[in-house]
Each structure stands twice: as structure tokens, then as C-alpha cells.
């Protein structure tokens, strides 16, 4: 396969993550970080290029296939359709934006400039998460009665001070965007379209810190009949506790839990017993906290395999905004 250029915008927590795959599976050829220590940093350890403005970078470079986008979430929307107006294919990190109206922008960018806009859900390929999908799709389960989703995990008071966007409505967006779109991701995977929703929210530890919820619920009913709730909060004591998904179906009960839906907890179908699933990846680390399960190499191995024509299938902008739209409902009637 060819040897791909990258250009990665935004060199923070999740930025190394990238770096490391991409200076594994292709070429980092420069990095753009408006606080310029971070970009020196990142590109003497990677022999790139820096840039403290993403459209200067754009500018000067050539031959740059893919531009990586990790930036604050309200920025997503900009830098993305920088880069693909400047002719580079975009890879996108979760959430592709905080507003759908921005998201569309992306989407409509993309088609203009015939290029393809990949956004980061790297828990669709947990292992169990992966099992669990396929059961819907064979309809193993039969008809599904009802779902349950617990987020529970923690982002204590030095989490928000450490940064100067976490918590704000402008680049943050609130704690769906940026902590549990991966799980709004997957109820949208696996049960469609959102019909009704009924919603509460509110902040009970970070007021401090932050300009958003802490804790949260959600009701939701689904187009296709099935109805289920979110339950959320970062005020888990000290650690993450828990995040989950439980399908209630005519023909069995199943759980995904663990920390960060990799694990298959409970499994009570026709054939009687738990299969035997690999062993996912660890959660991703950023020092002081942890994040959702690390299968970031699987994103670019199908992002590689798409761009070299060998595969068809990707997280297009077009899957990518129906988390945007969903967070959005739930933000709208949440009192």
C-alpha cells in the first residue's frame, strides 16, 4: 500500500495518541498547535515540520494527504474544512462537531472538494461491542423490548483547571460531546433514528470549574420502536466506574460493561453460553485520568485501506453527525 502523508492540527493529550500511530503506519510530515512549545515539542520528536497557524500550514505544504484533526471540539468544524478546501482528506477525532449545523458544514465541504471526511469512533471495534452488533444485525436477539446506558466515570476539579477549554459551552460543548459521544454513537449503531426524547441535566460538582453539566439522564424512544435511557455523570470518587449497555430483546438479555464497554458481561441467549471474544486494547492514558479504549490503530488501518482502495466501509461525517444530532435533542429539552 501506498506510504501516506499526514498533517496533524492540535498536539495535546489526544494528539500524542495520533502521533504515535501515524509515525508508525505513515509519514508525519508536520504538526500545527497554536501554543508553539507544544508544536516544537511534537515535531522535533517526530522530524516534522511545526506551525502555530493551520492555514499558514496548509499554505506551505505540499503533498499532504491526510490532516488530522484534534483540537478543542468547537474548533473541529474550522479546521476541518481548512484542510479539506486545501485538497487533504480529513481525519476527524470525536465529537466532528458540537452543533449540527456546523457538522453539515463539514459534510458539504467534503462532497465540494471530493474528499473524504473519517471521524474517529474507535469503540465500534471493542470486541464486544463488535460481537454485540453483529447479534442485532442476524437478529439474534428477536425483537428488542429496551436498552440501558450508564456512564458513569470521573473528571475531578484538576481536570478542568488544567485547560483553558474544558467545561466551556464555546469549544467544550458539554459532557455528551466530550466524554460519552462514543456511547451516543453506538445507541445510534445500534438501534437508528432517535423519535421522542425526555431529558434532565445539571451541574452539581464542577461549578466552579465549568459552564456545563456533571450528571445527566435521558429517555429516549427510537424510530424503530425500541425505547431505552441513558443514565451519565464524571462524578464517579476518584476513578471511572462503569460504562455500559444492556439490550433487552425477545430472544435474549445481553450486557457490554466494564469501564469502557470492554467487556461482555452478561449473555443469556438460545445457545447458552458466552463466546470467546479477543481481548480489547487498554483504555487510552493522559496521565492523571483515562479515557475510552484505545483502538485508534484500527482507525487508520481502515483509514489506509480506504484511501488505498481496498476497502469500501469507514466512520464517514455522514455517521458522524448523528451523535451530533442526538447530544443536540437531548441538550434541547434537558431542563
Not at 4 to 20: D, E, S, Y
Not at 209 to 231: F, H, P, R, Y
Request: charge should be positive; aromatic fraction near 10%.
Amino acid at each position: 500500500m501506498k506510504s501516506l502523508n499526514f498533517a496533524l492540527i492540535g498536539c495535546g493529550a489526544i494528539g500524542k495518541r495520533h502521533a504515535a500511530i501515524i509515525s508508525s503506519m505513515g509519514v508525519l510530515k508536520a504538526v500545527c498547535d497554536t501554543d508553539i512549545k507544544k508544536a516544537k515539542a511534537f515535531a522535533r520528536q517526530y522530524d516534522a515540520r511545526f506551525y502555530t497557524d493551520i492555514n499558514l500550514l496548509l499554505n506551505k505544504e505540499t503533498g499532504i494527504d491526510v490532516a488530522v484533526i484534534c483540537t478543542p471540539n468547537g474548533l473541529h468544524p474550522e479546521h476541518a474544512i481548512a484542510a479539506l478546501s486545501g485538497g487533504c482528506h480529513v481525519l476527524c477525532e470525536k465529537p466532528m462537531a458540537i452543533t449540527t449545523v456546523s457538522a453539515r458544514k463539514m459534510i458539504n465541504t467534503a462532497i465540494k472538494f471530493k474528499r473524504k471526511l473519517f471521524v474517529v469512533k474507535q469503540n465500534r471495534y471493542n470486541p464486544p461491542v463488535a460481537f454485540v452488533q453483529e447479534l442485532l444485525q442476524k437478529k439474534q436477539l428477536g425483537k428488542l423490548y429496551s436498552f440501558q446506558v450508564n456512564c458513569f466515570w470521573n473528571r475531578d476539579v484538576q481536570y478542568y483547571r488544567n485547560s483553558l477549554w474544558r467545561g466551556t459551552k464555546k469549544l467544550d460543548g458539554g459532557v455528551l460531546f466530550t466524554q460519552f459521544s462514543h456511547f451516543i454513537d453506538l445507541i445510534y449503531w445500534f438501534f437508528g433514528e432517535v423519535k421522542t426524547i425526555k431529558a434532565f441535566r445539571q451541574n452539581i460538582a464542577h461549578k466552579k470549574v465549568s459552564e456545563l453539566e456533571d450528571t445527566g439522564s435521558a429517555i429516549l424512544q427510537m424510530k424503530s420502536g425500541v425505547s431505552g435511557s441513558i443514565n451519565y455523570s464524571v462524578n464517579s470518587y476518584k476513578k471511572n466506574m462503569e460504562g455500559s449497555i444492556t439490550i433487552f430483546g425477545e430472544k435474549g438479555t445481553v450486557k457490554i460493561g466494564g469501564q469502557y464497554l470492554n467487556k461482555l458481561e452478561y449473555l443469556c441467549w438460545g445457545k447458552n453460553s458466552i463466546p470467546e471474544l479477543k481481548e480489547g486494547k487498554g483504555a487510552n492514558q493522559y496521565g492523571f485520568y483515562e479515557g475510552s479504549m484505545s483502538n485508534h490503530e484500527l482507525v487508520y488501518e481502515n483509514l489506509i485501506s480506504i484511501l488505498n482502495g481496498s476497502s469500501k466501509k469507514y466512520v464517514s461525517g455522514e455517521d458522524g453527525i448523528k451523535s451530533v444530532e442526538i447530544i443536540e435533542k437531548i441538550y434541547r429539552v434537558a431542563k
